[in-house]
């Protein structure tokens, strides 16, 4: 059984950082595709990141140059650094693995994949 857990959300002011956390059990597949995706109250969900098992990244225009992800593979983790944050970055946040995919791009993450219980993120002005 996959699970993820998600942790590092929080409460920051418009320009601050924040390091998300993603604990990955059960995913035994020699490739991958996992990544983050949010959603805002009211609004889709919005895949924001994603990285492969060769470490091929691909983002949203919305978080590119502000937002990095990366993974230590011996601790089975996911991590999403986000610098600059702004008020619209403001949603919860999910790590996803993709069951199965095509091709391993942000805007596919929210869709057939494996995801944890999410965490806040709040950015005021």
């Known amino acids: 059984q996959v699970q993820l857990v998600e942790s590092g959300g929080g409460s920051v002011q418009a320009g601050g950082s924040l390091r998300l956390s993603c604990v990955v059990s059960g995913y035994t597949s020699i490739s991958s595709c996992m990544g983050w995706f949010r959603q805002a109250p009211g609004k889709e969900r919005e895949g924001i990141v994603v990285?492969?098992?060769?470490?091929?990244?691909n983002y949203a225009e919305s978080v590119k140059g502000r937002f990095t992800i990366s993974k230590d593979n011996a601790k089975n983790t996911l991590y999403l650094q986000m610098n600059s944050l702004q008020p619209e970055d403001t949603a919860m946040y999910y790590c996803a693995v993709k069951k199965r995919w095509d091709l391993c791009i942000a805007s596919e993450l929210p869709y057939g994949n494996y995801w944890g219980q999410g965490t806040q993120v709040a950015v005021s002005s």
């Open positions: 990285i492969d098992s060769n470490g091929s990244t």
